[in-house]
């Protein structure tokens, strides 16, 4: 067996501001990140998202609790780990008076990149992030979505084994944000392994393989999105436009579906949807209803398994 | 060792480019000391010294050069890597394969390039504007206070930014502790009246030793330049210590 990217046993953080009551930020975290995987950790403001990365970045030392990266003791050889990592931190800035070019061709040399070599990667990484107009304005000049780009593009250009982005696309347009996924997806296929923190959560649905949902210093949940749906209890809505003769009240409801009529559209949620579909067409062959009108299935979203989770999983 | 070392220059370098780029920060950190040199010594720091043979030019010149050397050193260094921690760069240069050891030399080594920029610069404007130079004989001082100048000042800006909680308040906690020390030790007005016990206490401090270093590169005057030194490396020492204990990255 491969030892996997990344492996947290019980972590554990209390931060223990003077004068003030103990914060315990992580209660307990253990995760296991696969080499390869894209995965992403949710959790509300405040869930300890950040502190976990910090930790696993060799920034923070956790109170207890265990953590390696490729099999590398976090705490005992950071140095160790340092080479094997890159992070964007949350609203890091740039350095305001290098240009987006000349701080990831320094970053790349300062990782131990030949010149050649940084050259090629800098170019590579400034097109993907979409920032050749502005590769030669000084940082301190770019809008904060340009500059949150120079430094995903810093971070990608390195193609380190397991990247650590924390809200990675914070403040880019539409645009940019398809560019840094298409980037992210890039560099696992070539072997990377990346664990992000995202509020978006269309962004965590399109890009991890799974995600882990951390609420009150603690992994509530882990899995691909329909796995973390199924742990919700979220079910599949089928909706369809009520029929004339449902609507006057000539047609009752199928009776094992229980059909919820707002204005002309009628809904129900089920775990199921293939049986309730058959009931649902069933049930307007045998009333003359013909083809139902509008009918659509909406699976789960991600969305709606994290409100679900988050709302239930305790105090807010 | 050796990749360690030509990491720090290339740091060193890095931090040169962006100094000079950012044009009003390096415009400014060289006006402060210059501007000084010029108004204070063209009112005050001419002729004698009451009661001495020591003219004004001769002390008020190199204390300048000091009063540069720690604003560049302390307030600036302390300054900018509180505000770089708060940026969030610290952390990030602290997640790579960059030695912590390699990454501070190279911001010390271009604190000091930028140091040496300075002093040369006052030097200069102090012999045209009032015929103040260094003795022949004053070089050997003149060396050895730049060099443990720039030590101990970029130690304690280390220390500073250490100890400063956030961005905002570095700036004020250097101000707030160099400018009365340096008031106290005679670097503005070489005549200021301090009374014995005070100017006894100021002596513990690194302001007036490292300007007595220099003002002895100028003009043989009747100091103990040995105390100086030990003075100055006491507080660098000590503002190491500081930074080994309180230095956080992020």
Redesign the interface.
Known sequence: MTTPALSAREVKKVYRPRNRPEVPALKGVSLEVGRGERVGLLGRNGAGKTTFL?IA????RPTSGEITIFGHDVMAHP?EV??L???V??????????TPREQVY??L????FSRESARTRTEEAIEQMGLGEVADR?NVTLSGGQMQRAMVATIIATEAPLLFLDEPTIGMDPFARRGVWDSLRRLTRKGSTILLTTHYLDEAERLADRVAILQDGRIQVVGSVRHVARRAGVKTTIKFTAPQPVLAGAVATPAGLAVVLRGEVASCQTDNSGPALRELLDWAAANGLGDLDDLSVEAPTLEDSYLQLVSNGGPQ | MSRTVSLAFRQALLEQRSFWRSAEYALFTFALPIALLLLIGSTTATGYLPGTRVEGQMIFVPSMIAFGVIVAAYVNLGAKLATLRHDGVLKRIRTTPLPASAYLSGVLGSTAATTLAITASVMAIGALAFGAAPRIGGVPELAVGLVLGVLCFGSLGLALSAVARSAESAAPIANASYLPLAIMSGIFDPTFPVPHWLSAAVGLFPVRALAQILQQSYTPVAHAPVTDIVVLLAWTAAAGAVTAWRFRWH
């Open positions: 910090k970045s060799t920034l923070l140095e340092r080479p990592i890159a992070v931190p949350q609203e890091g800035k740039p350095f305001f008076h290098l320094t970053y040399r300062t990782r131990g000084l």
